[in-house]
């Protein structure tokens, strides 16, 4: 699905004006109904015998969860998954029908992976440290980190809550994978195996739960609205290269900042740097607490430097001042073709190299 709705798009590029606006609806739609045919007939030949299945062994294994907040809504999740696959099978293949199934093709592609990752959960994670080994190893791993030399590799969560990172640990020049619970930015973690690798370590612990998302509500990536029209920076730079007069310039600086429109350069700086600092709160760790500060603290800072240029564009309009004349073009080199009726020099004779003889 991934790779089908990169070509959709590049497809639908052609229809679009140069701000992302589509211009040929009729094309745009004939394009999105290829998309969903092609995504329905994968999806009967991949899933339509598979996906039942998944589902029972997603809901089997949640079953044996505690019920919590998050395996309530797993288990909505579920419930969706297994709607949508019988209207994906139920569609006859009418262009009504097949329209109104994209939005079920695209909740499989988006959330069918949440299906796998509880199904994988009736996996039997090996035994993990002793006390006394646990305690051993997290007296090393701590002394590592002061050291510089224990390095987090991925982290994931168990059906069980429990944050397990793997990391590599250094001492005389050796490097050890081990796993460990908690915050590593936090007291309170704890060392729980180590392994040869990070292939055995994955066999051997917990498998991961579905990871969560930002917005529950937000859009799924193969069902998105049509963005709006926007100027994009790298024209604006691109109208200040190509600018003669110090009005084009003063007005592609008030359109990078326009503080009244959604669309500007500087406003999707500051939303950009918004919704990273949400995310990084979202992580609930110490240092994702500390950077969802920091991105903060720089949104906020934006404001300043956005007043100043909106002045200096507005000063530099004011000059109505145009470049000098002598900042003159450089021609292109092209070297000129020879006249038609020109020969062309004869090419000079093989230089041939002969043996001197000596009587």
């Not at 939005?103 to 006390?131: C, K, M, V, Y």
């Not at 240092?287 to 956005?306: C, E, K, T």
Request: proline share 8%.
């Amino acid at each position: 699905m991934t790779d089908l709705d990169r070509k959709t798009e590049t497809a639908l590029d052609t229809v679009r004006d140069r701000y992302g606006h589509t211009v040929y609806p009729q094309e745009a739609a004939t394009i999105r109904a290829r998309r969903t045919q092609a995504a329905l007939n994968g999806y009967r030949l991949d899933l339509a015998d598979s996906a039942e299945p998944l589902l029972a062994a997603a809901r089997s294994a949640l079953d044996a969860m505690p019920t919590s907040a998050h395996t309530q809504a797993w288990r909505n999740v579920l419930d969706s998954l297994a709607t949508s696959h019988t209207e994906i099978l139920a569609t006859a293949g009418r262009e009504p029908e097949r329209q109104a199934v994209w939005a079920h093709l695209a909740h499989w592609a988006e959330n069918g992976s949440i299906a796998a990752h509880l199904a994988d959960q009736h996996h039997q994670p090996r035994p993990q440290f002793t006390a006394e080994e646990q305690q051993m190893w997290t007296d090393r791993a701590r002394a590592a980190q002061h050291r510089g030399e224990l390095g987090p590799i991925e982290s994931w969560y168990a059906a069980d809550g429990r944050r397990i990172t793997l990391a590599n640990l250094i001492e005389d020049d050796t490097s050890e994978v081990i796993a460990l619970t908690g915050d590593l930015d936090a007291p309170g973690w704890s060392v729980i195996g180590r392994y040869s690798n990070t292939y055995i370590a994955g066999k051997a612990l917990p498998r991961p739960v579905p990871p969560g998302v930002l917005r529950p509500e937000g859009t799924s990536r193969f069902n998105r609205p049509e963005m709006k029209p926007e100027i994009p920076a790298q024209e604006l730079l691109r109208d200040i290269t190509e600018a003669h007069h110090a009005g084009e310039v003063s007005e592609a600086l008030l359109v990078a900042i326009d503080p009244g429109c959604d669309d500007s350069a500087m406003t999707l700086l500051k939303q950009l740097i918004h919704d990273a600092a949400g995310f990084s709160r979202a992580l609930e760790t110490m240092q994702g607490q500390h950077i969802g500060a920091r991105l903060d603290s720089l949104g906020r800072q934006l404001g300043f430097p956005a007043r100043e240029v909106h002045d200096a564009a507005e000063d530099l309009g004011a000059t109505v001042a145009v470049l000098p004349p002598h900042r003159v073009p450089k021609p292109p080199r092209i070297r000129p073709r020879p006249a038609l009726e020109t020969t062309p020099p004869a090419a000079p004779l093989p230089h041939t190299t002969t043996t001197a003889r000596h009587p």
